[in-house]
T-cell receptor, first 112, second 114 residues
Framework: DTAVSQTPKYLVTQMGNDKSIKCEQN?????MYWYKQDSKKFLKIMFSYNNKELIINETVPNRFSPKSPDKAHLNLHINSLELGDSAVYFC???????????FGPGTRLTVL | AQSVTQPDIHITVSEGASLELRCNYSYGATPYLFWYVQSPGQGLQLLLKYFSGDTLVQGIKGFEAEFKRSQSSFNLRKPSVHWSDAAEYFCAVGAPGNTDKLIFGTGTRLQVFP
């Protein structure tokens, strides 16, 4: 069983569209994260949820909106996609904050 | 706020040679330190971590790292590299009691030649 799964793995879309990425973890963890990895492999945290509550909200455009329906799921919705949003987005989870994070396989988003 | 630096962008070694990847951090107290590995097209996987105690930490796949407070470093080592170790390696630092987020270094790409 995959510990942290993301769908879709690849996402190709036009500028201006709205898209969502889904993440699920079956590890029983309380904390989940969204990271963005750019073309130079730089990894930056976007959001973190602990027990469905938003605890980290970095300087991310309002077009990005996370939603955590329950502790096992953290989805990312992106409105009005821009070229600069092209990146690999990783979901991760940990038992508690600052503990070992388990990463999903990533979603490669390409905006044309 | 904490920060982390990986001075080496790209390292090339021969299979069987020893390896050391550098990581320097900036934080006023004892940080939480991690090394992650990312194989091509995959997510990150934890190699090892340091929270407290013994400053020499053993990890998976034969890796180890040593926390040196005097040098603000947490370098990753392996005595004999295998071709399958070719990947991107990330050092990360957490600042307990200060912020709940990990800061990742810019990564070091390891290439292994036969």
């Amino acid at each position: 069983d995959t510990a942290v799964s993301q769908t879709p793995k690849y996402l190709v879309t036009q500028m201006g569209n709205d898209k969502s990425i889904k993440c699920e973890q079956n590890l029983g963890h309380d904390t989940m994260y969204w990271y963005k990895q750019d073309s130079k492999k730089f990894l930056k945290i976007m959001f973190s949820y602990n027990n469905k509550e938003l605890i980290i909200n970095e300087t991310v455009p309002n077009r990005f909106s996370p939603k955590s329906p329950d502790k096992a799921h953290l989805n990312l919705h992106i409105n009005s996609l821009e070229l600069g949003d092209s990146a690999v987005y990783f979901c991760a989870s940990s038992l508690r904050q600052l503990d070992t994070q388990y990463f999903g396989p990533g979603t490669r988003l390409t905006v044309l | 706020a904490q920060s982390v630096t990986q001075p080496d962008i790209h390292i090339t070694v021969s299979e069987g040679a020893s390896l050391e990847l550098r990581c320097n951090y900036s934080y006023g107290a004892t940080p939480y330190l991690f090394w992650y590995v990312q194989s091509p097209g995959q997510g990150l996987q934890l190699l090892l971590k340091y929270f407290s105690g013994d400053t020499l930490v053993q990890g998976i796949k034969g890796f180890e790292a040593e926390f040196k407070r005097s040098q603000s470093s947490f370098n990753l080592r392996k005595p004999s590299v295998h071709w399958s170790d070719a990947a991107e390696y990330f050092c990360a630092v957490g600042a307990p009691g200060n912020t709940d987020k990990l800061i990742f270094g810019t990564g070091t790409r390891l290439q292994v030649f036969p």
